[in-house]
């Protein structure tokens, strides 16, 4: 009788326990799950994505990210077309997106020589302003959009692009009209319109010595004038051989001597050829197979390359997570990267971290099973 009622109470124990484990054994691993000890697995996601039309790409934005950056809605052009007008239609449905889902909202981006509005630098006749009226109108611009957003984007790209390769500063229309000032003065009217928020100084090529000299030199100047800056945002914009690894952990460590934050913003991995920019791409026929060489899919060689590649840089990043607080894919799934139109319009990349079927790719799915330790098979 007593052992019959040990047994019973040893059913219910071992019955209870497999109950309560039930749910973990169904809940598969997602990017945040695995990651977010680390830092913030975030990705830019399109206007499809932001109404709700690209369902597929939603649901894997949901699941895998806990942040979100717009990939061009919040760009001057779009959000500021006219002087006395601003355009926040499809930036609102954006942040409320994110609100929705809880995740860290990046506005992207402020201050920036491209898909700039043409309005913003010159006058009726096309001549440059004077800084005073340049200084009023990035007042105004700042103050609308971070003031709109206040508490909810919780952190911005300031300014984007200013520096290049060689570590002089871009020769933009902000740069003739104010000179160097204008990178602290948009981090100033940023932290005036949202205290709160966070704000980075964002760039392509950023493993590059001369860049990494002058960023490193322009955050340690703010930091003197006592300007808040709270990352430096390497864009990540890779190629198959391009950059060196070690160049771009070098310069992952000289960003984070400053004191700052890093953050890798625009995540991606072009797996055709670099392109020379001044060759003639129309050519001939053969050249332009030669620039878009698959077409049709990604051999297994290109993609186990690209696989290790990858996972090599993720490897990288969980190195220095103790630096590192937010890694964004540049998309979603192969289908929307912007690398598909550039700098060759009409190719065909495979450059994000799920392909146009919306699968993971083999060291997504690797992280996914065993996130700190991913293989290097190559
Ligand atoms: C790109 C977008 O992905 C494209 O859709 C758009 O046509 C051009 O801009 N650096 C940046 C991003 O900071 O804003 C750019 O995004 C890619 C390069």
Request: hydrophobic share 40%; aromatic share 12%.
């Amino acid at each position: 009788m007593k052992n019959k009622r040990i047994l019973v109470i040893i059913f219910v124990c071992a019955a209870l326990c497999v109950y309560a484990a039930k749910p973990l054994l169904l809940e598969e691993p997602t990017l945040k799950s695995v990651l977010s000890s680390k830092f913030l697995i975030g990705v830019a996601l399109n206007s499809a994505q932001i109404t709700g039309c690209d369902t597929n790409a939603v649901k894997i934005i949901k699941r895998h990210f806990n942040s979100v950056v717009a990939e061009n809605c919040m760009k001057c052009q779009a959000i500021h077309p006219e002087e006395n007008r601003y355009d926040f239609r499809l930036a609102d449905k954006f942040v409320k997106f994110g609100e929705d889902n809880n995740m860290f909202i990046i506005g992207h981006c402020l201050i920036w020589h491209s898909q700039l509005a043409l309005w913003f630098c010159v006058d009726k006749n096309g001549e440059n302003v004077s800084p005073e009226i340049l200084k009023t109108r990035m007042k105004n611009h700042i103050y609308t959009i971070v003031g709109r957003y206040k508490g909810r984007v919780k952190g911005w790209d300031v300014v984007n692009e200013a520096i290049m390769e060689d570590g002089s500063y871009r020769r933009s229309r902000f740069y003739e009209i104010l000179g160097e000032d204008f990178i602290p003065l948009a981090f100033q009217y940023a932290h005036e319109a949202d205290p709160d928020a966070e704000l980075y100084y964002n760039d392509y090529n950023m493993h590059a010595t001369g860049k990494r000299n002058a960023v490193v030199k322009l955050v340690n100047e703010m930091k003197t004038k006592g300007l808040r800056i709270d990352a430096v945002g390497m864009q990540g914009h890779l190629g198959m051989d391009y950059p060196i690894l070690k160049d771009f952990e070098q310069s992952i460590l000289a960003y984070a001597s400053t004191g700052v934050n890093v953050m890798i913003t625009e995540w991606d991995m072009s797996a055709l050829p670099a392109v020379n920019h001044t060759a003639n791409i129309s050519d001939t026929l053969a050249y332009k197979k030669v620039l878009n060489p698959y077409p049709d899919f990604l051999p297994d060689s290109v993609s186990k390359r690209w696989n290790s590649k990858m996972a090599d840089y993720m490897n990288l990043f969980i190195k220095y997570s103790n630096v590192i607080s937010r890694i964004t894919a540049w998309g979603v799934s192969d289908g929307d990267s912007w690398k598909n139109g550039f700098p060759v319009r009409g190719r065909k990349d495979y450059a994000l971290l799920f392909n146009r079927k919306y699968q993971p790719k083999e060291f997504v799915k690797k992280l996914l099973k065993e996130p700190l330790k991913l293989d290097r098979d190559k």
